[in-house]
C-alpha cells in the first residue's frame, strides 16, 4: 500500500465516526458509481444518453427497442404492430 493511501485512510477514519449511516450509505452509492462506470468503459460501453434517474433508464430503453422495431418491421406500414411505449395507441 502506497504512503499516500496509507495516509489518506488515516485521515478518513476520524471522519468515518463522525457520519450517520445514512451518509456513509449515500457515499457508498457514490464509489459503487464510480467503479460501475470503470467497468463500463473496461467493457466498451459508451455513456451516452446520461439520465436524472433510474426511471428515465426505461424510457431511454423503451425508444431504443421502439426504434429498433420500426427499423425491423420495414417502416410505419407495419406500426400497429408496435407496442404501446412506442407511441402506438
Not at 11 to 32: D, E
Not at 61 to 81: I, M, N, T, Y
Amino acid at each position: 500500500m502506497s504512503l499516500l493511501l496509507h495516509a489518506l485512510k488515516l485521515g478518513l477514519w476520524p471522519i468515518g465516526a463522525h457520519l450517520s449511516s445514512t451518509q456513509l450509505y449515500r457515499l457508498q452509492g457514490a464509489v459503487n458509481s464510480l467503479r460501475l462506470g470503470r467497468w463500463m468503459r473496461d467493457h466498451g460501453f459508451r455513456f451516452d444518453p446520461l439520465v436524472r434517474d433510474r426511471w428515465a433508464v426505461f424510457d431511454v430503453v423503451a425508444s431504443e427497442v421502439c426504434w429498433k422495431s420500426a427499423q425491423l418491421s420495414g417502416g410505419d406500414h407495419r406500426r400497429s404492430k408496435l407496442p404501446s411505449a412506442c407511441g402506438n395507441k
